[in-house]
């Protein structure tokens, strides 16, 4: 295992300064049933180091770690101090989903999105914010219940924290929230207006409303993200090993 992460650690080019960031999020959903929680709230702490990733919660016992140079990732269980790896997936480039559009048009769903800059300008952890507000759609056909997603964010030039290892022209707001509106093998087929939302969120409230097939809402998911610190600050490597001692499980979590 200690030859494992020494490989994974030297595959890792430290091409960006190390962050550490801490995320409140406050989901809560309305058509929760009457004997489920309608709010969960979990605060994660964010690492990135060049091309490695860490995500843990300080309330829960499981982290994740992942190498964008290997696209490996690592589930722990820290309690049972086990591990499970796992592929990141690979986001497929524009041009590919255009071609697999073309050939497969019964699959392609149209996706509208806009983006207004209210003209709002904050300062957050030393970095002016931009305010923007993003609404996305699936228009309701006969086949489906549609959807709408308005995120209302605040964003600052900086890097990052995702343990996703997603290329830069994934990570805007119309493209994740158009492929959130989709299931496989849907794709879809995204038309934007307006300026593209890009850099850090620092605080986001995401409302994804469930239409029905006359347009109306038939239920509410809210999403409120807080980016609650940031470090700059370099990391030891050593935060991206796995723990002294572990074993690897690949049937962790597995359903019997």
């Keep these: 295992m ?14 960006h300064a190390d962050t550490t960031m801490k995320k409140h999020t406050v989901v809560t959903d309305s058509k929760s049933p009457a004997n489920v929680e309608k709010t969960a709230d979990f605060v994660e702490i964010l690492y ?29 269980d820290l ?10 997936m690979k986001h497929p480039p524009t041009a590919q989903v255009e071609e697999y559009i073309n050939k497969n048009p019964q699959n392609a769903v149209d996706i509208e999105s806009t ?8 300062m957050f952890f030393g970095h002016p914010a931009k305010h923007l507000i993003t609404t996305t759609k699936r228009t309701p056909d006969k086949n489906d219940d549609g959807g709408e997603v308005v995120t209302d964010a605040w964003y600052i ?24 509106l989709v299931m496989p093998p849907e794709t ?10 890009t850099g850090l969120p620092v605080k ?3 409302t994804y409303k469930i239409l029905g097939t006359n347009g109306g809402p038939e239920g ?6 807080t980016i609650e610190g940031i470090s700059d600050s370099p990391l030891s490597p050593s935060l991206f090993e796995l723990p002294a001692g572990s074993r690897e499980n690949p049937n962790l979590w597995k359903h019997k």
């Design 2 to 15: 200690s030859r494992l992460t020494t490989f994974l650690l030297i595959l890792s080019i430290a091409c």
């Design 48 to 76: 990135r180091k060049g091309a490695l990733r860490k995500r843990e919660n300080p309330n829960a016992s499981i982290t994740d770690i992942v190498n964008c140079d290997t696209r490996t990732g690592f589930l722990i």
């Design 79 to 88: 309690k049972a101090n086990e591990y499970k790896t796992y592929k990141v």
């Design 115 to 122: 983006t207004v800059d209210t003209g709002e300008q904050k």
């Design 157 to 180: 030039d900086h890097e990052l924290p995702d343990n996703h290892c997603d290329p830069e022209y994934v990570r805007t707001e119309p493209y994740d929230v158009g492929w959130a």
């Design 188 to 197: 879809p087929r995204l038309h934007h207006t307006g300026p593209v939302p």
């Design 204 to 206: 986001t409230t995401a």
């Design 220 to 225: 509410t998911i809210t999403t409120i993200e």
